[in-house]
């Protein structure tokens, strides 16, 4: 082949790789805007079904919350009621307490003025059994100087009849 001849061939083949390369782009370009415009189409379903899911969630969320909402308020009311049961029962206990207390002071208040009244009789008891100790203690002690100034009186005369009798021997002898 001659250099013109592959030039010819070279262009006819530029030429038909050109047209087939424009034919593929138009084909291209086509199935780009079919594909793009199944895209558009099924991204608006996806943000339509989005729309209807956030919808539905939000509703459900909100139903949950008054759910939540209404089981909190009855675990409220059961508490404030437990609450004022107990409070109840403790001012009743204390009530009760109280009466109890009382009763037991009275009862300790009786049984000291008895043990009081029983310590009075046996302290007078005490008291006359110490007079009477005393008296007696007082007569012994007066028999015991009654009997001692007696002793003391029968020891002087002794003494002195003692000494009576040494002087009148002494005067004897002088």
Do not use: W
Not at 21 to 27: A, H, V
Not at 112 to 134: N, P, T, W
Not at 151 to 174: F, K, M, N, P
């Amino acid at each position: 082949m001659t250099d013109e001849e592959l030039k010819g061939l070279f262009t006819t083949l530029r030429e038909e790789i050109s047209e087939e390369i424009s034919g593929l782009r138009t084909e291209n370009a086509d199935a780009h805007t079919v594909t793009r415009h199944y895209l558009e189409t099924r991204l608006a379903a996806v943000h339509e079904e989005l729309a209807g899911m956030r919808a539905e969630n939000a509703e459900a969320h909100a139903d949950t919350r008054a759910y939540v909402d209404r089981g909190l308020d009855a675990v409220r009311r059961e508490n404030a009621d437990a609450h004022a049961a107990t409070r109840q029962h403790v001012d009743n206990s204390f009530s009760t307490m109280r009466r109890e207390n009382a009763a037991a002071h009275i009862e300790t208040r009786r049984h000291m003025d008895v043990i009081g009244e029983h310590i009075a009789e046996r302290f007078q008891f005490l008291v006359e059994s110490v007079q009477f100790v005393d008296q007696k203690l007082d007569r012994n002690v007066a028999r015991l100087e009654e009997r001692i100034d007696r002793s003391a009186g029968d020891t002087q005369s002794l003494v002195r009849y003692a000494y009576g009798q040494l002087d009148h021997r002494i005067s004897r002898l002088e």
